[in-house]
Every structure is written in structure tokens, then in C-alpha cells.
């Protein structure tokens, strides 16, 4: 895999993204379903449009990613872009570090990480003091709430990514991913000559996202399952898989299910059958 140094690399539609891979993903056998679903969409490629990216693990949500921040113009030849990429946990963090350590040449990109394991360049990566930042969703909310000037972080970064944006749903940390959110919506588009970071959610299908839609976020998936999903509730006891849907009218006995996949979803279950 060849390193990017600091070039005047721009993406700027669906055939320079292939291009830009052929030569710096080796080997490089094409996009996947959903990436050259998303990549042709216009909307992927405006700078001030925020998205939530839906599409199961291993889909390549990561390499949209790191084509967005390719396709930010960049202001001077000697300023890189700015990107904060931000994790629920430890174990992702460290592996996104890595991540950005074998893809970025370190002689032109500074790339830091925060965590409670790591917290040398916070004042840095604040400031946005730095090109690529790796960083802890619990670190970021501390730093809104503490530091009278923490929102500063939106306008220093261009590109935020909110990695396993499903926590929203999370009874633990579900409050930290809202707070951030809301607080990066209060603030205006621009500050002076700076523009507010462009956000970029990355999270499964299943994911509730309906509610970000009044902050200005378009959800973009492309989710070919290739069987239907069943939302019920299951009653054990009497046998039977009763529709949450009281509209519809299948009660499957509960012995005769030959598959099926439980998801314990508040007070429902869902049940993926074949």
C-alpha cells in the first residue's frame, strides 16, 4: 500500500476516486456496492453536506471516508486538510491510529490520538494543532464542557467522521454522541474566514436516524439484504410471534421458526426468518 504524501491530491468525482485507489490501494479490485452507490451520488462530493452513511460492517464506509477529506480543497499547498475522526472505544481508536500511520507518510502529516491512554497532544488536536486526529467521543464531550472556547474544535477541523454513530441508541453513551451533535447545531456555519467542519456518520442499517434529519443531515444507504426483516413481539410462552404491526395478520407458531435471529430492541424483538 503506497503512502500519501503531502500532493495536491483532489477527488472530485467518481473517476478520480478509482484512479486515486487503483494507485493507492494495492491491490485495488473495485468498489463495492455501496461505495459506487454512494460515490455517484452528488451530494457525497458537496462539502457542506452532512451525511449519515448506512451499509453493514466490512461494506467500506472507512475508504468514503478518507475520500471525502481527499475531495476538501485545499486552501495553500503547504496546509493539509483536516480531519477528526472520532471512536466509542479504546481498541478503535488504537486501530484507526494505525490505520492512518501506514496510509499518511509522517514526514507530512501530524497524527495524533486521545484517550484516557493517551492525552500528550489534547491541547493540540483542540486547537487543531495538527492533520489527523483520532479521538475518543468521551474526550471531545469533556472538552465542550470544560473549556469555555471547546467548540472552537468545529471550525478547526474540515472533516469530522463519527464512527459507530449507532451508540445514538446507547443508554450509555448515547447522551455524548447527542450532546456533541447539538452542540456543533448551535453554532453558525461560519466564524469569521473559518467554516464549520463538515460531518460525516458512519453506522449499520438498522440505525435510527430520522431525528438528525432537522439538523441538516441526509442519510445515504444502500442495504441489500437478501431477506426481509420481521419487527415482532414474541410470546414464549403461548407459542406464538405476534406482528408489531397490529395491521397485519401472520401469527407464525413459535416451534415452527427453522430460523431466526433475535435482537432485543426496547420492549420489541426482531426476527430475521428465511
Partial sequence: MKKIARENIYLSGYSSAERFCQEYRMPFE???????????KKQFWEDGQNLIIKGMPGSGKTLLTEIAYLSIPQKRADVCRKLLYLLPYRALLNEKYDYFLKRYDRMYYRIYRSSSDYSDNDEKIIEGDCDIAIMIYEKLDNALRVFSDGTQIFYNYDLIVMDEFSLISSLERGSI????????????????DRKKARIIALTVPECRTAEYNQLGFLTVSNDTRPVKLYEAIVQADGGLVIPRDAGENWPIAYEKLTTAVFRIESRKQIIERK
Avoid: D
Fill in 30 to 40: 473495485g468498489f463495492t456496492e455501496l461505495q459506487m452507490f454512494i460515490l455517484q
Fill in 177 to 192: 454522541v447527542n450532546n456533541i451533535l447539538w452542540r456543533y447545531a448551535e453554532l453558525p456555519e461560519s466564524e469569521g
